[in-house]
């Protein structure tokens, strides 16, 4: 009576559950779909039982790595997180997804069950979060760097000059576009000009101008950086890569606010704010005698120094799904976000090329990736190499422990007759956890069959 009172429910418990669900037979067919499944994907159950779940959902996945396949296959649960689906009305909804393999009282697997949510509620959420942590184009969470968007304001309403400090691609421009942005000078121009990029005898006239006849190609007058930038904003990058003489140039123009153009005698004003960026240590720079201490406190009047990713690990989601979304935009992809797997890798990473380094490994993994789901697969190969250095770590004191559990179990099955339900029960576990475990150790019966026990 019992059994009979459990089974009448089983349909009213399947559809109170807030969680869509459906399962699949050994063809990879729909066998049920509960109400809430109904709600979230728009189809009625009468039109997909029967029907493949690939022609129900059509996620990237459904085509390869489809995760229900391989809960099928090993036995395995599987947690998959974000997928992008298609609705009845063909409207792109993101769900949070989890499969496991359906295995009889013998041990045998029948199909599979998926169970997902619909994250469209979270995904908005998430959209405002991610707007608090944008300040002018700047995507960040961390405390110093918080600290800095509170600072920005005050150092782009001062005629100031200022240093902005930073290992490579930290986002020294993005700081100097937003200090332009926020200032009186946002209706002027900004210019940048990466001086180490520039041999030092191209660096005058590409920074003051020339005047027709200067040299044997000046076939006609051309203004420079400074008169480019007149009325705005100039960013000097790289600034610690100039030569003595450009140093001394330069330090001219900051005193006197004029500048000479090459093959001219006439001194030219100068209305620009001065914004001055390096990777390198200025101050070790002034104590090796490669940098004018002179210029170097004319530029450091107001110091910004960014901090290098790894000491602001809090905001690699955040950088990593924006890189996402604009790649999506600018690839035409629908690639909803990375694998746990890839996050724990980027999140245990050095980024020695900082934010850079992290939009590119985003950009490496849009070409290679081939669903909606960043692999750990698709990372560039120093980021693998990086993670693997790190699971081996790990492994080392992972492995006694699978020993151990491993030992534990055999041993409770052979007290047991290797019963899997009285070990289970002895083991405090449920069966299909016992048998999981038992094929990850390969512990199975050496006397007999056991797949119709009880």
Avoid at 147 to 156: D, N
Avoid at 180 to 194: D, M, Q, Y
Avoid at 275 to 295: E, K
Avoid at 313 to 327: A, K
Wanted: with cysteine.
């Amino acid at each position: 009576m019992k059994n009979q009172l459990d089974e009448r429910f089983f349909p009213l418990i399947f559809d109170a559950i807030s969680h869509g669900i459906f399962t699949i037979d050994g063809s990879q067919k729909i066998t049920s779909f509960n109400h809430m499944a109904e709600e979230i994907t728009g189809y009625q159950r009468h039109e997909v039982i029967g029907q493949p779940c690939s022609s129900v959902f059509q996620t990237d996945m459904c085509r390869q790595n489809c995760p229900l396949k391989s809960s099928i296959s090993t036995g395995e649960r599987s947690d998959v997180g974000e997928v992008i689906i298609i609705t009845r009305s063909g409207r792109p909804l993101t769900v949070e997804i989890s499969t496991a393999a359906l295995i009889d009282e013998g041990g045998n697997v029948i199909g599979g069950v998926e169970m997902f949510r619909d994250l469209q509620l979270v995904t908005e959420l998430r959209k405002q979060l991610y707007k608090s942590y944008v300040y002018e184009d700047i995507i960040s969470k961390n405390h110093h760097m918080q600290k800095i968007f509170t600072l920005l304001p005050a150092v782009a309403n001062t005629q100031s000059t200022v240093l902005v400090t930073g290992e490579s691609g930290t986002g020294k421009e993005l700081i100097a576009r937003a200090i332009h942005s926020l200032g009186p000078r946002k209706g002027g121009p900004f210019v940048a000009i990466n001086c180490g990029a520039i041999p030092d005898n191209l660096l005058e006239s590409e920074l003051f101008g020339y005047k027709q006849g200067a040299f044997t190609d000046a076939k006609r007058d051309k203004p420079g950086k400074f008169a480019a930038a007149e009325g705005g904003t100039l960013l000097l990058d790289e600034i610690g890569d100039i030569s003595k003489h450009m140093q001394v140039k330069l330090l001219r123009v900051l005193q006197e606010r004029e500048y000479s153009p090459l093959g001219s005698t006439e001194l030219m004003k100068t209305d620009v704010k001065i914004i001055a960026s390096t990777n390198r240590d200025l101050i070790q720079d002034i104590n090796d005698g490669r940098f004018r201490r002179d210029l170097y406190y004319r530029l450091n009047v107001v110091q910004i120094k960014l901090p290098p990713l790894s000491e602001r690990r809090e905001d690699i989601p955040l950088l990593t799904q924006h890189f996402i979304e604009r790649f999506n935009t600018l690839q035409n992809r629908r690639i909803s976000g990375c694998s746990e797997r890839v996050m724990s890798a980027f999140m245990n990473y050095s980024f020695p090329g900082n934010i850079r380094e992290l939009e590119n490994a985003i950009e490496h993994a849009f070409v290679i990736c081939i669903d909606n789901l960043i692999q750990i697969s698709d990372l560039p190969e120093q980021i693998i190499t990086s993670r693997n250095r790190v699971d081996q770590k790990s492994a080392a004191v992972i492995l006694p422990l699978e020993n151990a559990e491993s030992q534990t179990i055999r041993a409770v099955l052979e007290e047991n007759d290797y019963s899997r339900s009285l070990s289970a029960k002895q083991l405090g576990i449920s069966r299909n956890t016992l048998w999981r475990k038992m094929k990850k150790y390969g512990l199975t019966d050496p006397v007999r069959d056991r797949a119709g026990d009880s």
